[in-house]
């Protein structure tokens, strides 16, 4: 089993920026890629970003690209999500994910783990 515990989450203005950690506990050499997710009020959970095990390879969603920067630290076993030039849009809860499985996807249900979420409000 892996654990993962999100933090970093807060109320930022539009135009700022927060940075999401993710630590990994547990069996951690199971997993080959991590991603973030987010869920916004009222809507589903969509996929954000995406990191493969050596953090070389990532992968986002149109809507956070070229603000956001996710990467890994596998000594330490933790993710990290940059969010920079937020939008009252990027509210949510994020979540993040472990996927022990190579292949990319931005489906939730294929990923194998996850943690308890972290608030992200922007306000405008």
């Known amino acids: 089993q892996v654990q993962l515990v999100e933090s970093g989450g807060g109320l930022v203005q539009a135009g700022g920026s927060l940075r999401l950690s993710c630590a990994a506990s547990g069996r951690t050499v199971s997993i080959y890629r991590m991603g973030w997710f987010r869920q916004a009020p009222g809507k589903e959970r969509e996929f954000v970003a995406a990191i493969n095990w050596g953090g070389g390879i990532t992968n986002y969603a149109d809507s956070v690209k070229g603000r956001f920067t996710i990467s890994r630290d596998n000594p330490k076993n933790t993710l990290y999500l940059q969010m920079n030039s937020l939008k009252p849009e990027d509210t949510a809860v994020y979540y993040c994910?472990?996927?022990?499985?190579?292949?990319?996807?931005?489906?939730?249900?294929?990923?194998?783990?996850w943690g308890q979420g972290t608030q992200v409000t922007v306000s405008s």
């Open positions: 994910a472990a996927r022990k499985a190579v292949l990319y996807t931005t489906r939730e249900g294929e990923y194998d783990y």
